[in-house]
């Protein structure tokens, strides 16, 4: 079956480490998101890439990095630089849009939820 | 102002009542709507695309009012598994999703 999967679903780390969340599609979606969700609150844009070899920051880049050396892939490193980085991040991908009536629904895993310890 | 705006809630009503959640979106541009639902430390899942012209699937009713620039999502007979939050998404013209915060539904018996 088509879809997105994020590993991994839970991630504990030690302040000063990196961590790396992978995201991975075969639904041969050219764009690909990466959201940072935060108890009650909505989903906040980090990266997203509409292309092969090409990234954008959104808009709360900071502490982040990423890469897509691949289509199918899409990984997010969480840096020591990021203060807060205790959230529930999701990784999504989409259709580029097009004329069609329906532009490009979102399509998510299903998380990895990341606790600093 | 923030670029999609959500009542964030709850709403709490009884079963088979009709419910009915706005969302405001800033940018004129935007060309594409959606409503999603979220369960509880789930991921969001797409409930309906909102079209123009207004769109229906059984008790969900979709509409967009360009002019006044919200969408809006209406449930009819609302059943105890309607029970999540909904999220607004609005695609401008760079076809970057921007999510509102949510509209919290609690659907009592």
Redesign the interface.
Known sequence: DGGITQSPKYLFRKEGQNVTLSCEQNLNHD?M?W?RQDP??????IY?S?IVNDFQK?DIAEGYSVSREKKESFPLTVTSAQKNPTA?Y?CAS?K??GGQ???????????S?LTVL | RKEVEQDPGPFNVPEGATVAFNCTYSNSASQSFFWYRQDCRKEPKLLMSVYSSGNEDGRFTAQLNRASQYISLLIRDSKLSDSATYLCVVKGGSYIPTFGRGTSLIVHP
């Open positions: 764009a998101y959201y009650g609150q909505g989903l906040r844009l997203y509409q959104g529930f999701l989409s580029r849009a009536k329906n532009t490009g629904e979102l399509f998510f895993g299903e998380g939820r």
